[in-house]
């Protein structure tokens, strides 16, 4: 292959790469995984607030809020659903996709531990009972909005 065959064809591959964008490196963006991401971490995000002022210290507000916990896990199950089926172009974007489907599960883990312990006993204020969950609901945020800005 001559110089200029070489030069050309590495050209074209770093344009199909380039024009790719991050197929190889993180699943293509989906709008619906991200939409119901954000809708779960919104829930997430109220929920703790709401506990943090003192609203769920009594367990016997837990059957008023199944609801909203039902809607946060909802939208987390089609979320991991979509993800965990995103068609990835390479190793790399599977291991990422792999993450993300392990992120939004361990904010489901953590929104099912909160509503245990607000069925079980309530949620004492100022106690730390709801860091985990919007520290893991924050995580999966994110990774699910880096697929939208590129990887």
Known sequence: MSTVHALRAATAFALATALAGCALFAPPYDATLDQKTTTAYEGVARLAAEAEMG????KATYAGKIGTYADIQAALAVAAIRASTAPVGGKRAGEA?????GLIKGCGGQVSGLATLHKAFGVVPGTGATTAMMVSCDQAAKAVGAMKNGG
Not at 55 to 58: H, I, K
Not at 97 to 101: A, E, N, S
């Open 55 to 58: 609203l769920y210290q009594d």
């Open 97 to 101: 996709r792999d993450i993300t489907v």
